[in-house]
């Protein structure tokens, strides 16, 4: 699959002052008093681009690495080093300055959160001598070191840059914007662990599911995906009839969870109950369609010239639509967090398109399509930023070089 390319080329000089552009244009639509800050993400997301496409260009595969290692730093560096983001930061870390009052048991025992994190914190505790800007580091730099990695070691079928551009936009934007450590952590974990889907592996993958729901209860969630490997892969083979169970199941399954576990757990999930839930649009799913639409309109013509892509391929189409069926849950409930496990469908199908349709040569078609998708991205989180306006003055971070 391997085609030469130069190290940056007429593409991607376009795709580059096309998100430069992108983002010069969303800054116009960001209130005044929170421009700064919105420069500053979208500072660092294209240096992450501008990293993530060197990467994939290079051929050498250790200067390739030490590249996608600069785009990690770039992507985490305002998470990692922030000042306070969100409602959650506070209480993670007096989360972890609990550690000093109990011993290893003790801090389990005494502890609401699962027990991965549980234990992390203690770990991180004991080693940093109580420093928690340890911990913030490395619970902001791992995930994204984790996705970031598993999207570079496809970097063969997939634009590495755009993905990049939309893992920033789908998922590292909102887990900033609330402080979601646990659950950013989990993600990460499930995004990995989406190639034993794909391998037809399902011990790994319930082992990867059961240590992601050590750090976010939430991950079980995804073993629903086993459902793919079932019947000699049935559902696999008959996408169509996969896609009716979950448009109709998963929403009965959140209400049901909501109705009858939710009020049987801990003080903590009390706000997951159908009682406490806000009604939600029935249309919440909308921003959703065109990633679908764009997936079954490519379909046919790239599975049937690359078959090894089919079986990802129809993976991410599940997600996406898993994502739709989770929004229109949450008309009903407040389990949408799950969102951020299916979210890969769209950072994952958008870039397989983009490569898989020009493998021979860039052309006007490949510069139109890449433009098109990337200014979906765009518009699809500027209509995020305005649900909730203020969610830039929430991000605060360290004035080092920025």
């Known amino acids: ?6 190290l940056v080329d007429t593409i991607d000089v376009i795709e580059l002052i096309f998100i430069a552009g992108c983002i010069l244009v969303a800054t116009f639509f ?11 993400y979208m500072k660092m997301l294209f240096f992450s681009v501008v990293m993530a496409k060197i990467s994939s260009n290079l051929k050498n595969e250790k200067i390739s690495f030490l590249f996608l290692i600069l785009t990690v730093f770039f992507m985490s560096f305002m998470y990692a080093f922030r000042d306070n983001s969100g409602i959650d930061d506070v209480i993670y870390r007096n989360f972890f300055y609990e550690a000093k009052d109990f011993d290893f048991i003790g801090y389990i025992k005494n502890s609401h959160l699962e027990i991965g994190y549980t234990i992390s914190n203690y770990l991180i505790y004991v080693i940093s001598n109580g420093k928690y800007e340890v911990a913030q580091i490395i619970f902001s730099i ?25 893992v920033f936009m789908t998922l590292l934007y909102f887990v900033m914007s609330a402080a979601l450590v646990r ?21 790994k993958y319930i082992f990867s599911i059961i240590l992601a729901s050590t750090f976010h209860i939430s991950s079980l969630f995804m ?8 019947k000699k892969e049935y559902y696999y083979k ?3 009839s996969f896609s009716l169970i979950i448009l109709v199941f998963v929403p009965l399954l959140f209400v049901a969870i909501c109705k009858f576990i939710v009020p049987l757990m801990s003080q903590r999930y009390s706000g997951y109950t159908l009682d406490n839930n806000e009604a939600r649009s029935i249309l919440s799913f909308v921003d959703r369609l065109p990633f679908l639409f764009i997936g ?47 979210n890969c469908g769209i950072i994952m199908l958008m870039p397989m398109i983009l490569t898989a349709k020009n493998k021979k040569e860039y052309n006007t078609d490949e510069i139109i399509s890449s433009l098109c998708i990337i200014t979906l ?17 929430q991000l605060k971070s360290y004035s080092l070089f920025i």
């Not at 659950?183 to 011990?203: G, L």
């Open 1 to 6: 699959m391997s085609t030469k390319k130069a």
């Open 30 to 40: 960001i209130n005044i008093e929170e421009r700064t800050i919105f420069l500053k």
């Open 142 to 166: 791992f995930p994204v070191y984790l996705i970031e990695y598993t999207l570079w070691k496809k970097r063969e079928y997939i634009n590495f840059s755009v993905s990049t551009l939309l």
């Open 183 to 203: 659950i950013f952590i989990s993600v990460s974990i499930v995004i990995y662990a989406y190639r034993y889907i794909i391998e037809n592996n399902p011990k």
């Open 223 to 230: 073993l629903i995906l086993l459902l793919l490997l079932v």
């Open 238 to 240: 008959n996408i169509k």
């Open 296 to 342: 079954l309109f490519f379909y046919k013509n790239i599975c049937d010239e690359y078959n090894f892509l089919e079986r990802e391929y129809k993976l991410n189409l599940v997600l996406i639509l898993l994502s739709i069926s989770v929004n229109i849950a949450g008309v009903w409930t407040s389990l949408g967090r799950c969102v951020y496990y299916t």
């Open 377 to 393: 991205i765009f518009i699809y989180i500027m209509h995020t930023v305005f649900i909730n306006p203020n969610v830039w003055n």
